[in-house]
C-alpha cells in the first residue's frame, strides 16, 4: 500500500486568519472539505493530491498527510507507540528526516524533547529491522515527521512540505520588515480587485504585494519557484507526477491584455530590491516601478485598487511622525485616487485615523503577533470620471 495513492487525513494549515482564503483556493482545485478551522483546512486524500496542493496553494503553511491517529497520556506512551509503525517502509535509509510537534499535554513542557522520543522511535525501528538507520536533524529540507498531541489524543503525519509554504520562494533580498508572501496574497484576495484593473501600490517596499498581485492576474502559482519539497524524500515518491504537476502549472500561465501594476517607493534602494525579487517571479516587464514619494505616484485613469501598507510605529518609523504621513495618504486617495477603492493594512487604529476617510469595511488580519485591518475605502468622486456631455437645447 503506498501512501501516494492511498487516501487519508490531509490537514492544510495557515496563518491566523488566512483560513476563509485558503478554503477559497482549495474548493478552486476541485477538493471537497471535511473541516474547516481558524488555522486550516481538513480534507481527504493521497500524498500525490499533497504533489499538487503544495505547488498551488498561496495561502498555506504546510500540508500534511495522516498516518497513525493513537491514544498517549506520556511521552514513553507516543514512544511505544510509534516504534510499531513501519517507519522503514516509507523513509530511506540513504536519506535524511526531522522532526516537529504540536503537544499540548500536562506532562511535556517542552516540544523538544517530544520530538526527541518521536525521532528514537522513528529510528528504533528502522534500525531494528534493517540493521541501519537514516540520518536526522533540524533542517527540514528532506522528509519531515510532524506530531499533533492534544490531551490523550495524538496524530502523526508526514509534513509534506517541509520548509513552509508561506514564503513562496521568489522572494531573495526581502527588505525591511517585509509582508508575509501568504499574508500579501491573502490581503489581495480579500480586496474587490478583479485582476484585469489597474493595481496601484505606493510604499512598495520590497515589492512583494505589487508581485502577488501580478502572480494572481497571470495565474503564477508557487510551485513555478520552488524545486524542493518534504513529498520528494519518501519511499513511493514518483517524480513524473511531480513533472507533470509542474508542466500543467506553466500551461495555466495567463496574459492580461494591458495590466497595469504600478509599484513606487521614495527609496531607490527598496526599487532595485523590487526589481530584482520580480525579476526572479519573471514578472519584472509586467510591474512599473518608480522612484518618488507616494504623493507622486502615477495613478491611472481607468479605476482599480490603489493598496498602501504603510509602516505603524511597531517595529519601524516614529509614530509621531506617522501621523503626518498617514494624513497625507488620505489626501492622496481623496485627490488623486477617486473612483478607485483603497486599502490600507496596519497594525495602528490610532494612526488608520488620521487617514481622515470613512472605511466601507474593516478586514482582520494578524501579522507578527499583531493584530492587523486591512482598510477598505471607496474613492468616490468626479475627476476620475468622463464629464457628461451637455445636452442641445
Not at 72 to 95: F, H, Q, T
Not at 193 to 208: I, Q, Y
Not at 299 to 312: D, K, R, S
Not at 356 to 383: H, I, P, V, W
Request: hydrophobic share 35%; glycine share 6%; charged share 25%.
Amino acid at each position: 500500500m503506498s501512501i501516494f495513492t492511498t487516501p487519508s487525513r490531509i490537514v492544510i494549515t495557515c496563518h491566523k486568519r488566512l483560513s476563509p482564503f485558503l478554503l477559497q483556493e482549495i474548493e478552486e482545485l476541485g477538493f471537497e472539505i471535511e473541516r474547516k478551522f481558524i488555522t486550516g483546512v481538513e480534507i481527504k486524500g493521497s500524498v500525490n493530491d499533497c504533489i499538487r496542493l503544495n505547488l498551488n496553494l498561496r495561502c498555506a503553511s504546510q500540508v500534511l498527510y495522516s498516518l497513525k491517529e493513537f491514544k498517549a497520556n506520556s511521552p514513553d506512551e507516543v514512544y511505544n507507540e510509534l516504534i510499531r509503525y513501519p517507519w522503514e517502509k516509507l523513509l530511506p535509509l540513504e536519506g535524511y528526516f526531522s522532526v516537529t510537534s504540536n503537544a499540548k499535554h500536562f506532562t511535556v513542557n517542552n516540544d523538544m524533547f517530544v520530538n526527541v522520543k518521536v525521532k528514537d522511535a522513528i529510528v528504533d525501528r528502522i534500525r531494528r529491522e534493517l540493521a541501519k538507520r537514516p540520518d536526522t536533524g533540524p533542517s527540514y529540507d528532506k522528509a519531515v515527521v510532524h506530531l499533533y498531541w492534544n490531551e490523550d489524543g495524538a496524530e502523526v503525519f508526514f509534513d509534506t512540505s517541509g520548509q513552509t509554504l508561506a514564503k513562496h520562494g521568489y522572494r531573495k533580498i526581502p527588505g525591511q520588515a517585509p509582508m508575509l508572501e501568504a499574508l500579501a496574497a491573502s490581503t489581495i484576495m480579500a480586496t474587490k480587485w478583479d485582476r484585469k484593473s489597474p493595481f496601484v501600490n505606493p510604499m512598495c517596499g520590497s515589492g512583494t504585494l505589487a508581485i502577488e498581485a501580478t502572480l494572481l492576474a497571470t495565474n503564477r502559482r508557487p510551485g513555478l519557484y520552488r524545486k524542493n519539497y518534504s513529498f520528494m524524500h519518501i519511499i513511493g515518491y514518483d517524480a513524473s507526477v511531480y513533472e507533470k504537476e509542474v508542466e500543467k502549472l506553466q500551461k495555466q500561465i495567463i496574459e492580461v491584455p494591458d495590466l497595469k501594476i504600478i509599484a513606487t517607493d521614495i527609496s531607490e534602494d527598496a526599487i532595485n530590491v523590487s526589481k530584482i525579487n520580480a525579476g526572479i517571479a519573471g514578472v519584472e516587464n509586467l510591474i512599473e516601478f518608480d522612484i518618488c514619494d507616494f504623493e507622486l505616484t502615477t495613478v491611472p485613469e481607468t479605476p482599480g485598487v490603489v493598496y498602501l501598507n504603510p509602516e505603524y510605529g511597531e517595529r519601524l518609523g516614529d509614530v509621531a511622525e506617522l501621523m503626518e504621513t498617514y494624513s497625507r495618504i488620505g489626501d492622496f486617495m481623496k485627490k488623486k485616487c477617486q473612483g478607485y477603492t483603497g486599502y490600507i493594512f496596519t497594525g495602528n487604529p490610532d494612526l488608520a485615523k488620521k487617514i481622515g476617510l470613512k472605511t466601507s469595511k474593516r478586514l482582520e488580519f494578524y501579522t507578527a503577533q499583531l493584530d492587523c485591518r486591512l482598510l477598505e475605502y471607496e474613492l468616490y468622486g468626479g475627476s476620475k470620471r468622463a464629464p457628461k456631455p451637455i445636452e442641445a437645447a
